[in-house]
């Protein structure tokens, strides 16, 4: 079983950053593909970013593409959600997700739809506004 954590969310003005962290504790986070998912008030829930287990090949939505930016810290077990220049419309509950067993990076490249993960973490609220 893979608990996954989030952390770093909160309310930030326009223009603003965050830096949305996911880690898991009895779990390596390297061995699988990472992906954060954002379900805002009202909305389904939709892909954000991904990346590979093997060769950090990654995945950005075109609404987060310039923006955001996702890695890893495999020394922290660590998965990182940098969002840069929010919107208002980035507002909703982010969720770090883990996809078992791990697809090639060149699937994880062309992005995983939320169904497709088989763990999820708990979400962390963002809030974009003024």
């Known amino acids: 079983q893979v608990q996954l954590v989030e952390s770093g969310g909160g309310l930030v003005q326009p223009g603003g950053s965050l830096r949305l962290s996911c880690t898991a504790s009895?779990?390596?986070?390297?061995?699988?593909?990472i992906g954060w998912v954002r379900q805002a008030p009202g909305k389904e829930r939709a892909g954000v970013s991904c990346?590979?287990?093997?060769?950090?090949?990654?995945y950005y939505a075109d609404s987060v593409k310039g923006r955001f930016t996702i890695s890893r810290d495999n020394a922290k077990n660590t998965v990182w959600l940098q969002m840069n220049s929010l919107k208002p419309e980035d507002t909703a509950v982010y969720y770090c997700a883990a996809d078992m067993p791990p697809r090639l990076s060149s699937l994880v490249r062309i992005g995983i739809t939320p169904e497709e993960y088989d763990y999820w973490g708990q979400g962390t609220q963002v809030t974009v506004s003024s």
């Open positions: 009895e779990f390596r986070l390297d061995y699988l593909p």
């Open positions: 990346i590979s287990s093997s060769d950090g090949s990654t």
